[in-house]
C-alpha cells in the first residue's frame, strides 16, 4: 500500500488548511493515522481512524481544531485543521496499519503503522 500526502502550505494563525492522504488501495488498510514532526521534536501522533468503522481518534492538542475522515470512494484521508496555531507548524506525515499488520499497537505509535507517505509541509505564522 502507498500513501500520498498533500494539501500542506503556509497559512496565518486563526486559519484553515486540509490535508489529503490518497492510498493506492484500502482493501488491506486497518487504519490511517496522521503523525507530524517540527524540527527538533520527535514525531508525534495527530489523529487516526479506522477505515472500515471510521472511528476516530485524536491527540488532545488538536482536540476540537481537527477533524479526520475518510472518503471510501476516493481512497482517500483527509485532515481538516481549523484556528491553526504556530505550534501547529511542522512536516505533517500519513501512515497505515495493515490488517495484517500492526493492529494490536497502540495508534498513537509511529510503531503501529506499517507504511508511510512522504510527508507535507505545514507553516502556520503568527
Same mark, same amino acid.
Given at each position: 500500500v502507498q500513501l500520498q500526502a498533500s494539501g500542506g502550505g503556509l497559512v496565518q494563525a486563526g486559519g484553515s488548511? $486540509?490535508?489529503?492522504?490518497?492510498?493506492?488501495?484500502?482493501?488491506?488498510?486497518y487504519r490511517v493515522?496522521?503523525?507530524r514532526q +517540527?524540527?527538533?521534536?520527535?514525531?508525534e501522533f495527530v489523529a487516526a481512524i479506522t477505515w472500515y468503522g471510521g472511528r476516530p481518534y485524536y491527540a488532545d492538542s488538536v482536540t476540537g481544531r481537527?477533524?479526520?475522515? $475518510?472518503d471510501n470512494?476516493?481512497?482517500t484521508v483527509y485532515l481538516q485543521m481549523d484556528s491553526l496555531k504556530?505550534?501547529?507548524? +511542522?512536516v505533517y506525515y500519513c501512515?497505515?496499519?495493515l490488517i495484517r499488520g500492526?493492529?494490536?499497537?497502540?495508534?498513537?505509535?509511529?510503531?503501529?503503522?506499517d507504511n508511510w507517505g512522504r510527508g507535507t509541509q505545514v507553516t502556520v505564522s503568527s
Open positions: 488548511l $486540509r490535508l489529503s492522504c490518497a492510498a493506492s488501495e484500502t482493501s488491506s488498510i493515522g496522521w503523525f +517540527a524540527p527538533g521534536k520527535e514525531r481537527f477533524t479526520i475522515s $475518510r470512494a476516493k481512497n504556530p505550534e501547529d507548524t +511542522a501512515a497505515g496499519t500492526r493492529v494490536s499497537y497502540p495508534y498513537t505509535l509511529p510503531g503501529a503503522y
